[in-house]
């Protein structure tokens, strides 16, 4: 089955500086990669997301890239604020044969903190 | 908030006593999923179903049951056989499709 690997596990900026995070999965047939953030205390929440036929995407100052040939994908946040500060979870999944979609499987988090 | 419904927000439990958790959503969604979360582990799937009266085990379903009566409703059940129950418990719901996964608030199971 899939397997997704998260690396740093932590990570503390400073306000304005760039963060990113990465992760790497197994399973070649994944083709769907969303980010999600989760506050303290708090549901995650998706905040972007690829397909594996997109090979970037920005949103404001979030982008994420997906590299198929070495399957890792990252996110970059770009001038950090204090309210960026959370645990971010990439994850990874595929499609079923019957059209369906696989389960997703989440790398297991990194925690950012960005200093004021 | 977000459609998927989680209650309580914080359950305490006796050892060796069956605990239900609730989920409920109104997004129409056809898929739901139960997801444990601990600190520093992520989240790992308990259980999920993807249609009314059909469901599957996740990675760690040792211990926990579910039902999917309705398409709107999917309870988990933390039983006694579960050795670990403390943890963060996260529903979520997507289309049959697949992603995006929406989460409810999670409900915080202790157990002393």
């Known amino acids: 089955g899939e397997n997704v690997e998260q690396h740093p596990s932590t990570l503390s900026v400073q306000e304005g500086d760039s963060a990113v995070i990465k992760c790497t999965y197994s399973?070649?047939?994944?083709?769907?990669f969303p980010w999600y953030k989760q506050e303290l205390g708090k549901r995650p929440q998706l905040i972007i997301d690829?397909?594996?036929?997109?090979g970037e995407k920005k949103d404001q100052r979030i982008a994420v890239t997906l590299n198929k040939t070495a399957k890792h994908f990252s996110l970059h946040i770009t001038e950090t604020q204090p309210e960026d500060s959370a645990v971010y979870f990439c994850?990874?999944?595929?499609?079923?044969?019957?059209?369906?979609?696989?389960?997703?499987?989440f790398g297991k988090g990194m925690k950012l903190t960005v200093n004021p | 908030d977000g459609g998927i419904t989680q209650s309580p927000k914080y359950l305490f439990r006796k050892e060796g006593q069956n605990v239900t958790l609730s989920c409920e959503q109104n997004?129409?969604?056809?898929?739901m999923y139960w997801y444990r979360q601990d600190p520093g582990q992520g989240l790992r799937l308990i259980y999920y179903?993807?249609?009314?009266?059909?469901?599957q085990k996740g990675d760690i379903a040792e211990g926990y049951s579910v039902s999917r009566e309705k398409k709107e409703s999917f309870p988990l059940t933390v039983t006694s056989a579960q050795k670990n129950p403390t943890a963060f418990y996260l529903c979520?719901?997507?289309?049959?499709?697949?992603?995006?996964?929406?989460f409810g608030n999670g409900t915080r199971l202790t157990v002393t």
């Open positions: 997004l129409n969604h056809d898929a």
């Open positions: 979520a719901s997507s289309m049959w499709t697949g992603p995006p996964l929406h």
């Open positions: 179903s993807q249609i009314v009266n059909d469901f």
């Open positions: 399973d070649s047939a994944s083709n769907y």
């Open positions: 690829i397909r594996s036929n997109v």
């Open positions: 994850a990874a999944s595929g499609a079923n044969l019957q059209g369906g979609s696989e389960k997703l499987v």
